[in-house]
């Protein structure tokens, strides 16, 4: 019975199409690169390299880029959802996968399992420099869930972000993270969209994280959603996964897509 709720989970999960016949065409193709440590021997294991999905929006480019990293369920419809929709705004995305090419089929089940996801992060961006339809000087991470603590990370200071990057970082956006239970500083301008009624990843401590900003942090935008649950932006979810209630919020989907593009507009829209 457990594998059987298991197997209706990831069917919940990957089913959830796009419907994104009302937005632009954008083109997308899969891409492979090296994982990055910020230092040697960071992660306690060889990062490898790892694949991805890089969408483009229409028109000649060089594009803004944001750089995208899944939850704990790996890569899905909801992501290839987003992407089609930052492609409509005139964003390229790079939707970054560190499960397959690891053999990693989910971390739901093993929430702490080990996985150098900061340091696919660099990869990403470093790899984005070789692409000449991107303008890798003006990049943004957004994260969902597990990849969303990665993107707190990625966004904080000092964080996990390789020095040489840090300049081309304009923004960050963090879908239901775990947030931080230190006070700390974020050096670009960061947005966390959450529901009051997440019980994977709670929202008060979020709202502790943000009152506790030091002076020094750029502005967190946070924005919790009145009953909304975890995976709030995923259309096919409807019930309870991995012991956490899962329900798709139109209401919040919607708003979320709209601060979403906000704060992108506001950091990468001009060179």
Same mark, same amino acid.
Request: one cysteine or more; charged letters at 15%.
């Given at each position: 019975?457990?594998?059987?709720?298991?197997?209706?989970?990831?069917?919940?999960?990957?089913?959830?199409?796009?419907?994104?016949?009302?937005?632009?065409?954008?083109?997308?193709?899969?891409?492979?690169?090296?994982?990055?440590?910020?230092?040697?021997?960071?992660?306690?294991?060889?990062?490898?390299?790892?694949?991805?999905?890089?969408?483009?929006?229409?028109?000649?480019?060089?594009?803004?880029?944001?750089?995208?990293?899944?939850?704990?369920?790996?890569?899905?419809?909801?992501?290839?959802?987003? /992407?089609?929709?930052? *492609? !409509?705004?005139?964003?390229?995305? =790079?939707? #970054?996968?560190?499960?397959?090419?690891?053999?990693? +089929?989910?971390?739901?089940?093993?929430?702490?399992?080990?996985?150098?996801?900061?340091?696919?992060?660099?990869?990403?961006?470093?790899?984005?420099?070789?692409?000449?339809?991107?303008?890798?000087?003006?990049?943004?991470?957004?994260?969902?869930?597990?990849?969303?603590?990665?993107?707190?990370?990625?966004?904080?200071?000092?964080?996990?972000?390789?020095?040489?990057?840090?300049?081309?970082?304009?923004?960050?956006?963090?879908?239901?993270?775990?947030?931080?239970?230190?006070?700390?500083?974020?050096?670009?301008?960061?947005?966390?969209?959450?529901?009051?009624?997440?019980?994977?990843?709670?929202?008060?401590?979020?709202?502790?994280?943000? /009152?506790?900003?030091? *002076? !020094?942090?750029?502005?967190?935008? =946070?924005? #919790?959603?009145?009953?909304?649950?975890?995976?709030? +932006?995923?259309?096919?979810?409807?019930?309870?996964?991995?012991?956490?209630?899962?329900?798709?919020?139109?209401?919040?989907?919607?708003?979320?897509?709209?601060?979403?593009?906000?704060?992108?507009?506001?950091?990468?829209?001009?060179?």
């Amino acid at each position: 019975m457990r594998f059987l709720v298991f197997l209706m989970a990831i069917w919940a999960l990957v089913s959830c199409k796009a419907d994104d016949t009302t937005l632009p065409a954008s083109t997308t193709g899969g891409v492979q690169f090296a994982s990055l440590e910020t230092y040697p021997g960071a992660s306690g294991q060889e990062p490898g390299e790892v694949t991805g999905l890089l969408t483009l929006p229409q028109g000649p480019g060089p594009f803004p880029v944001v750089v995208m990293l899944h939850g704990c369920a790996g890569l899905y419809e909801t992501h290839a959802e987003w /992407a089609a929709q930052v *492609a !409509s705004w005139g964003y390229a995305s =790079l939707r #970054v996968d560190s499960f397959s090419s690891r053999g990693i +089929d989910e971390i739901c089940t093993d929430i702490l399992r080990p996985v150098p996801r900061a340091a696919d992060v660099n990869g990403a961006m470093a790899y984005l420099q070789t692409r000449p339809e991107i303008d890798a000087t003006r990049v943004a991470v957004m994260g969902w869930s597990h990849g969303a603590g990665v993107a707190l990370q990625i966004a904080a200071e000092p964080g996990s972000l390789r020095p040489d990057l840090k300049p081309d970082l304009k923004a960050a956006i963090a879908l239901y993270p775990y947030c931080s239970r230190t006070s700390q500083a974020f050096r670009v301008p960061l947005l966390v969209l959450i529901g009051d009624a997440d019980d994977w990843t709670p929202s008060g401590i979020c709202q502790d994280m943000v /009152a506790g900003l030091p *002076a !020094s942090s750029q502005p967190v935008e =946070l924005a #919790v959603y009145p009953g909304a649950t975890h995976s709030f +932006d995923c259309k096919a979810c409807d019930g309870t996964y991995w012991g956490h209630r899962l329900v798709h919020d139109a209401a919040a989907h919607e708003d979320a897509m709209a601060r979403a593009r906000a704060l992108l507009d506001a950091t990468l829209a001009t060179p």
